[in-house]
């Protein structure tokens, strides 16, 4: 049964960095699409970043620059490398997996993905 678990989310001043980790527990199928979306409390859900199984990355507009996505598989573990934090950042962030680009192409509203964690907050102050 596939398993997703964020790790990493805190709280850090603005201009800071983090790193977020997803923890994968299996992957049985043949391709994917692997990412991380997020969303502040009256917000409606946001792009950030994924990752697919030819190694293209697409990142949502406000982190273009600032955030990148990469992927260990060898530990099954997804990453997101967030520099240059904004207070315009703090949200609570989810990673998410599905064999199709439908949950990054439908946000912010739509279907979540098949897969998805429970997130981990990040809160960025000024």
């Known amino acids: 049964e596939v398993h997703l678990m964020e790790s990493g989310g805190g709280s850090v001043q603005s201009g800071g960095s983090l790193r977020l980790s997803c923890t994968i527990s299996?992957?049985?199928?043949?391709?994917?699409?692997m990412g991380w979306y997020r969303q502040a409390p009256g917000q409606e859900r946001e792009r950030v970043a994924y990752i697919d199984a030819g190694e293209s990355t697409a990142y949502g507009d406000s982190v273009k620059g600032r955030f990148t996505v990469s992927q260990d598989n060898a530990k099954n573990t997804l990453y997101l490398q967030m520099n240059q934090l904004k207070t315009e950042d703090t949200a609570m962030y989810y990673c998410a997996a599905d064999t199709t680009y439908s949950w990054w192409l439908l946000l912010p509203q739509g279907a979540v993905a098949r897969f998805r964690g429970q997130g981990t907050q990040v809160t960025v102050s000024s």
């Open positions: 299996e992957w049985p199928y043949s391709t994917y699409v």
